[in-house]
């Protein structure tokens, strides 16, 4: 083997024990996000407790209560419960898609979603959920007219229809991508 051989075999070594290295650092840096995740547990404990302290603080209101009042509670109440949804979503999901997989393949209580909601899905679902949010909150809005100026129904309205919009174009984007993605399978069958 000449000098030079073995320069440039060492050299190439010794890049790949540094490119290795690398590697490695930066497939382990994916566990700075858990205790992102844990956070959002804490999130979640918080909106339950949220949850819980509206619903003891008006149960003793209800016999008092107009119909307009137990529809807002109602919608305060489903409102905190779809946020939690969506902070599961992303607690589950994250965590799948982005850290590690969850090792409770055979948990009766995993739900099916679970493991199989890829980037993309996790996009369409967090989309519907923040319309979803939004939409109860613009209810609550439109159900106490009395309380917000003009000004301030329309930017809620239009705030809520930036997020049916954005919605809407997450969907629309993955439906191409597939059929792109179909099309380009079915061309190297042919």
């Known amino acids: 083997m000449s000098p030079e051989a073995h320069t440039d075999s060492?050299?190439?070594?010794?890049t790949s024990i540094f490119e290795s290295a690398i590697e490695r650092v930066i497939f382990a840096s994916r566990w700075l996000m858990a205790p992102v995740y844990l956070g959002l547990v804490a999130s979640l404990g918080i909106l339950?407790?949220?949850?819980?302290?509206?619903?003891?603080?008006?149960?003793?209101?209800i016999p008092r209560m107009t119909e307009t009042d137990l529809i807002l509670l109602v919608l305060t109440l489903v409102d905190?419960?779809?946020?939690g949804n969506l902070v599961?979503?992303?607690?589950?999901?994250?965590?799948e898609n982005f850290v590690s997989r969850i090792d409770a393949a055979h948990h009766k209580d995993r739900p099916s979603w679970m493991g199989t909601l890829d980037f993309s899905g996790l996009k369409i679902?967090?989309?519907?959920?923040?319309?979803?949010?939004?939409?109860?909150?613009?209810l609550k809005v439109f159900m106490n007219l009395d309380d917000y100026s003009e000004k301030q129904l329309l930017w809620l309205t239009i705030i809520h229809l930036t997020f049916v919009v954005s919605g809407?174009?997450?969907?629309?984007?993955?439906?191409?991508a597939s059929r792109a993605s179909h099309a380009s399978k079915g061309g190297r069958d042919a």
């Open 80 to 83: 905190l419960s779809l946020a």
């Open 10 to 14: 060492a050299a190439r070594a010794d």
């Open 48 to 61: 339950v407790y949220t949850f819980f302290s509206e619903l003891v603080q008006e149960v003793p209101n």
């Open 125 to 138: 679902k967090l989309a519907t959920s923040i319309v979803a949010i939004s939409g109860i909150h613009l």
């Open 168 to 176: 809407l174009c997450f969907a629309l984007m993955d439906w191409i």
């Open 88 to 95: 599961l979503i992303v607690i589950f999901s994250g965590y």
